[in-house]
């Protein structure tokens, strides 16, 4: 785990975590401690990443569900997770986790549409 408190203006205090798997490096969970307005609108709690030849293998099920876990212990109840409209995959992740979808917004920065999901924990 790497982990950031003292931050400059604009940032959040957040945890990085490493999925492993036989000592082989399978994605990352950016874990963030609050949110700011930039972090409400499209990047949320909990940003993951699995490497490409190991998707669809159940592995972002499983970093989500961990980046749950770890993000409940800091006492955070509602979790914002976002992702991009066209990313089926990570939003059917999102929603086993028990991801409510609230709206879906445009971020000037991106071409694709932001899905926004809500999970009580």
């Known amino acids: 785990m790497f982990s950031r408190q003292n931050l400059s203006k604009g940032w959040v205090p ?7 798997d036989d000592n082989k490096f399978i994605g990352i969970a950016n ?4 949110l700011n307005d930039n972090l409400l609108k499209g990047g949320g709690h909990i940003g ?6 190991k998707r669809k293998l159940g592995y972002g ?3 989500l569900r961990l980046s749950l876990e770890k993000i409940k212990k800091l ?7 976002t992702s ?13 986790n028990g991801g409510r979808l609230e709206n879906k917004v445009k ?3 991106e ?9 009580n924990l």
């Open 61 to 63: 099920n499983q970093i």
């Open 48 to 53: 993951y990443e699995i490497i490409p030849s």
């Open 84 to 96: 991009f409209d066209k990313n089926i995959a990570s939003w059917k992740i999102i929603e086993k």
């Open 111 to 119: 071409k694709d549409l932001t899905r926004r999901y809500w999970i």
């Open 14 to 20: 957040y945890d990085i975590y490493w999925l492993i």
């Open 75 to 81: 006492g955070i109840k509602k979790v914002l997770v």
């Open 107 to 109: 971020i000037k920065s």
């Open 31 to 34: 874990i963030r401690h609050k």
